[in-house]
């Protein structure tokens, strides 16, 4: 057999089994940062405190979600013909989304009572679908969809020169970006810095970072220096938002916004991480079949989870200040996600909100 074959079909195996995990780990982060939503609620208390230290470990999880469309679907895009492409993001993240921010809608009017039932017309509808505000939680769609409406220039880039072009992204990009407006913020500079590398403004920023993780030759000594300025990144994410946020009376999110460079440099070390860790994680047969099942359920994670929550705390007037509810509820979430999916999947027509 070619070895060349074999090589490529090894690559394209390892890259599933990552992007499994990742898939997997980035549901989980979720659930715990929506179970410790009360860090939006500043507080010098112990459980603000704890909430923010776990807010900040589990921040990841959304510059995940956004990085892994830069492995999954840049490999699944024919340029020469579009169609299928937005076939299947239509079918797979736009009616999903649709669907439950108008249940959202609903449960928030009819059950959580959050929302006057006079405010659904058809101009708050359709300003909250393309917005992601019908349903709080679902903001990150909006970029998402931004993403996926990019990938075909991103794919149109030739395989031979992809390394070279989103290096080139990836760094520049980190520097006018991210880099220098975060220097300007921190210190306080009197300095108006409206440069940026618009191809990948925002949350764009994760596709080239994403490449980068899965196909740049990372060196040992490279690896293991991106896992120490993550780390120190993690740092002081959770010590600068509790020093500012404290001093300031208000939640400070300059370290720990989703934009902001220690996320991004703690985000982008995690990707890497489990990128490293994924062949000897999904190598155990026991793992594997764990992490598989799992990954059949992790988008509905990120659609169902917070309706799970807010119906348990509403109906059993459980204390979301409580260590058990902000480190339990996401172990109670899987199963129960798990098992209404499973139903739904069963009714022809609903299984398609449920991909």
Not at 199 to 210: Q, R, T
């Given at each position: 057999m070619d070895n060349t074959f074999v090589g490529i079909h090894h690559d394209m195996d390892t890259q599933k089994q990552f992007m499994k995990l990742a898939h997997v780990v980035s549901s989980i982060?979720?659930?715990?940062?929506?179970?410790?939503?009360?860090?939006?609620?500043?507080?010098?208390?112990?459980?603000?405190?704890?909430?923010?230290?776990?807010d900040s470990i589990f921040r990841f999880c959304i510059p995940v979600f956004f990085m892994m469309p830069g492995i999954?679907?840049?490999?699944?895009?024919?340029?020469?013909?579009?169609?299928?492409y937005f076939k299947s993001r239509f079918w797979m993240s736009v009616v999903p989304?649709?669907?439950?921010?108008l249940i959202g809608m609903l449960f928030n009017v009819f059950y959580l009572k959050s929302v006057p039932a006079s405010n659904m017309n058809a101009v708050f509808i359709t300003n909250g679908l393309l917005n992601g505000s019908l349903f709080s939680i679902f903001w990150f769609f909006i970029p998402l969809f931004g993403i996926e409406l990019s990938m075909p220039l991103f794919a149109a880039v030739p395989e031979e020169k992809r390394?070279?072009?989103?290096?080139?992204l990836f760094f520049t990009g980190v520097l006018v970006n991210l880099v220098i407006p975060f220097v300007i913020e921190v210190f306080h500079l009197p300095i108006y810095f409206p440069i940026q590398v618009l191809?990948?403004?925002?949350?764009?920023?994760?596709?080239?970072?994403?490449y980068m993780?899965?196909?740049?030759?990372?060196?040992?000594?490279?690896?293991?220096?991106?896992?120490?300025?993550?780390?120190?990144?993690?740092?002081?994410?959770?010590?600068?938002?509790?020093?500012?946020?404290?001093?300031?009376?208000?939640?400070?999110?300059?370290y720990k916004g989703y934009l902001s460079l220690p996320t991004f440099v703690y985000s982008f070390a995690v990707f890497l991480l489990l990128k490293n860790i994924a062949p000897k994680v999904m190598g155990n047969p026991g793992v594997s079949r764990v992490i598989t099942f799992m990954r059949g359920y992790t988008f509905c994670f990120y659609l169902e989870h917070?309706?799970?929550?807010d119906f348990l705390t509403r109906t059993f007037h459980f204390n979301v200040y409580s260590a058990w509810y902000r480190f339990g509820m996401p172990f109670l979430a899987f199963p129960v996600v798990v098992l209404f999916t499973w139903v739904l999947r069963k009714i022809p027509g609903v299984k398609r909100i449920v991909p």
């Open positions: 982060g979720i659930t715990f940062l929506s179970a410790n939503a009360v860090f939006l609620e500043l507080a010098d208390q112990p459980y603000w405190i704890s909430s923010n230290i776990v999954s679907l840049l490999e699944m895009i024919d340029i020469q013909d579009l169609k299928p989304y649709a669907a439950w921010s390394i070279k072009v989103f290096s080139y191809a990948i403004a925002g949350y764009m920023i994760y596709i080239p970072a994403s993780v899965a196909k740049y030759p990372f060196s040992k000594r490279q690896r293991y220096l991106v896992y120490v300025l993550g780390l120190l990144s993690l740092f002081a994410m959770i010590y600068m938002t509790q020093i500012l946020s404290l001093d300031e009376g208000a939640i400070n999110l300059t917070k309706f799970l929550f």
